[in-house]
């Protein structure tokens, strides 16, 4: 089991950035996948990005260009740079630690950090 932190939500004008943050315990953190979920009011929760042990990454098409998942081994931190932001994005947003082979399995889960984006 992974304990995951995030933090960095808040509320933002359209447009503007927003970088989210989740540390994560343990001393494996470098050989799980990483990912970022978001699940907005009556909505199912979807994967917003993922990486890789190795660095690759993976987007959901309505973010691509606009967010950059990264992640620092060393600080045990995985982060979503969000920018152009839009009121759809509103959502609260989860990390998760996983596994990954075909495409990101998740396995455990942070407490989520609100999002909110005013037009």
């Known amino acids: 089991q992974v304990e995951l932190v995030e933090s960095g939500g808040g509320l933002v004008q359209a447009g503007g950035s927003l970088r989210l943050s989740c540390a994560a315990s343990?001393?494996?953190?470098?050989?799980?996948?990483m990912g970022w979920y978001r699940q907005a009011p009556g909505k199912q929760r979807e994967l917003v990005a993922a990486?890789?042990?190795?660095?690759?990454?993976n987007y959901l098409d309505s973010v691509k260009g606009r967010f950059t998942i990264s992640r620092d081994n060393a600080k045990n931190t995985v982060y979503l740079q969000m920018n152009s932001l839009k009121p759809e994005d509103t959502a609260v947003y989860y990390c998760?630690?996983?596994?990954?082979?075909?495409?990101?399995?998740?396995?455990?889960w942070g407490q989520g950090t609100q999002v909110i984006v005013s037009s």
């Open positions: 998760s630690a996983g596994l990954h082979s075909d495409r990101y399995y998740p396995f455990d």
């Open positions: 343990g001393s494996r953190f470098s050989i799980y996948a």
């Open positions: 990486i890789t042990q190795s660095g690759n990454t």
